[in-house]
Antibody, heavy 121, light 107 residues
Framework: EVQLVESGGGLVQPGGSLRLSCAAS????????MNWVRQAPGKGLEWVSY????????YYADSVKGRFTISRDNAKNSLYLQMNSLRDEDTAVYYC??????????????WGQGTLVTVSS | DLQMTQSPSSLSASVGDRVTITCRAS??????LNWYQQKPGKAPKFLIY???SLQSGVPSRFSGSGSGTDFTLTISSLQPEDFATYYC??????????FGQGTKVEI
């Protein structure tokens, strides 16, 4: 069974930093690209970042570019999101999601349960 | 930005009803369109990809259609477990995959 378990969320002040982790199991992590997707309270879904198997290709949404860094450790079956210079509008539940290739990337077939990041003074 | 617009934003339906949700892209996205279901407090669930392909394990009462800019998600006979919010999402533009704003299906 595919499982994705996020951790690392919490309360942080504006301008602060936080590192999210996603532990993967039940599939060959090193064979799949991965994503982070977020959802502000009561709002819709927003894709945040994408990383390929070898970390050779990385994409970010414009809203987080230059502030967030995605990375992975295939030996540890783990995905990470380093978030710096956090803003109020970064408050959201952050999901890690496996990428499902359908001829293009950007299809999210399995999701974790999410971790809440609250940016507030 | 490639915008995705869903309609309606919410709808009321009864068990057994046929429900249709529409998603419109701001430009041609061929068939690079996915649908997700989300229940309160839960992660989204992947329902349909490439506009009309049903993800494994998803009941056949769910179907998708469309291409270009106009797409639909249809639930042929609404079941109690189908009351949720549904999102479309385009996977056409690599730099900036975007979701619709969601359609809440309620009683």
């Amino acid at each position: 069974e595919v499982q994705l378990v996020e951790s690392g969320g919490g309360l942080v002040q504006p301008g602060g930093s936080l590192r999210l982790s996603c532990a993967a199991s039940g599939f060959t992590f090193s064979s799949y690209s991965m994503n982070w997707v977020r959802q502000a309270p009561g709002k819709g879904l927003e894709w945040v970042s994408y990383i390929t198997v070898s970390s050779s290709t990385i994409y970010y949404a414009d809203s987080v570019k230059g502030r967030f860094t995605i990375s992975r450790d295939n030996a540890k079956n783990s995905l990470y999101l380093q978030m710096n210079s956090l803003r109020d509008e970064d408050t959201a539940v952050y999901y890690c999601a496996r990428d499902y290739w359908t001829g293009t990337a950007g299809n999210f077939d399995y999701w974790g349960q999410g971790t809440l990041v609250t940016v507030s003074s | 930005d490639l915008q995705m617009t869903q309609s309606p934003s919410s709808l009321s339906a009864s068990v057994g009803d046929r429900v249709t949700i529409t998603c419109r892209a701001s430009q041609n996205i061929s068939r690079y369109l996915n649908w997700y279901q989300q229940k309160p407090g839960k992660a989204p669930k992947f329902l349909i990809y490439a506009a009309s392909s049903l993800q494994s394990g998803v009941p056949s009462r769910f179907s998708g259609s469309g291409s270009g800019t106009d797409f639909t998600l249809t639930i042929s006979s609404l079941q109690p477990e189908d009351f949720a919010t549904y999102y479309c999402q385009q996977s056409y533009r690599t730099l900036g995959w975007t979701f619709g704003q969601g359609t809440k299906v309620e009683i």
